[in-house]
């Protein structure tokens, strides 16, 4: 019997190499930068031709199927989930890197029914795949990974972003967050700068945290699944079970140093993905 979403999956791996080499190559060239809302939330040139050339191409064979795309809610599209089969689409997560090439940029896409059915996160640069089906494992570039099982906070590395904070409440609040984690103390704090890979480097067991607050869905979306079938932990920020459109998240290589993170976090509002819905 036909497994239709293994057949999902192999036609995203195809496009992902094109969308993969779609970025390296524009990385040899000038890059036209244009800005959204502030001087740090930026879009290319690129942005926007890797993210038309996913869509057309899955949306060629699977003409039913609904999709949720950074530069297009950024256009005016819808960014609600819904029941029916939904593809999440960052095109280049972490621009800012792409724009100086810096090593962590990536290319990343869920796709959900009701629930995460598989995800995909090649971080171009380091030509490193990222790939997770649920029930199935995670892996990079084919080889099955897993998280650290680190259960000691002051043993551990953990990664955050910075991000866009307009509010100096709220930027004062991400300050006094990494201020509190470091004091624990921790091994370190890092930030390289994509949400996607940040992921996957606590899925395969490179750090052991990571927490966030702000960022979207399809920052996201191809990690959970990398990092759900790696053996981490992924919840809200509060502690309570993660939901894909809140825009907060903390993900651990074990519950104990996630539950410790949510302890000592201080959370700030942020609005929904699908709040305009």
């Not at 779609?22 to 740090?40: E, G, N, Y």
């Not at 029914?113 to 971080?123: A, H, T």
């Not at 910075?162 to 004091?183: A, Q, R, V, W």
Request: with cysteine; net charge negative.
């Amino acid at each position: 019997m036909a497994d239709p979403w293994k057949e999902c999956m192999d036609h995203c791996l195809e496009v992902t190499k094109q969308a993969g080499k779609m970025i390296r190559d524009a990385l040899q060239k000038d890059i036209a930068i244009m800005q959204k809302s502030s001087p740090v939330d930026l879009v290319t040139e690129t942005d926007l031709k890797v993210e038309q050339l996913i869509i057309s191409s899955i949306r060629k064979k699977y003409t039913t199927h609904s999709f949720i795309g950074e530069e297009s809610v950024a256009a005016g599209a819808p960014s609600i989930l819904t029941d029916n089969p939904t593809w999440i689409i960052d095109p280049i997560d972490g621009t800012t890197n792409f724009n100086i090439n810096a090593r962590f940029t990536s290319t990343s896409f869920l796709c959900s029914l009701n629930q995460i059915e598989f995800g995909i996160v090649y971080s171009c640069q380091e030509d490193k795949l990222y790939t997770a089906r649920k029930g199935n494992g995670a892996f990079c570039n084919g080889e099955p990974i897993k998280v650290s099982g680190q259960e000691d906070i002051t043993k551990s590395l953990v990664l955050t972003e910075m991000g866009l904070k307009k509010d100096p409440e709220h930027f004062k609040t991400m300050m006094s967050n990494i201020e509190t984690i470091l004091t624990i103390p921790v091994h370190g704090i890092r930030s390289p700068g994509s949400a996607a890979v940040n992921m996957c480097l606590v899925a395969c067991g490179a750090a052991d945290a990571y927490y966030h607050m702000g960022i979207h869905c399809w920052d996201m979306a191809g990690g959970a699944v990398i990092v759900k079938e790696a053996g981490g932990v992924i919840m809200d920020i509060s502690g309570g079970p993660f939901d894909l459109m809140s825009r907060r998240l903390i993900i651990a290589s074990s519950r104990t140093i996630a539950d410790h993170l949510t302890q000592v976090i201080k959370e700030f509002p942020v609005g929904r993905d699908d709040s305009e819905g």
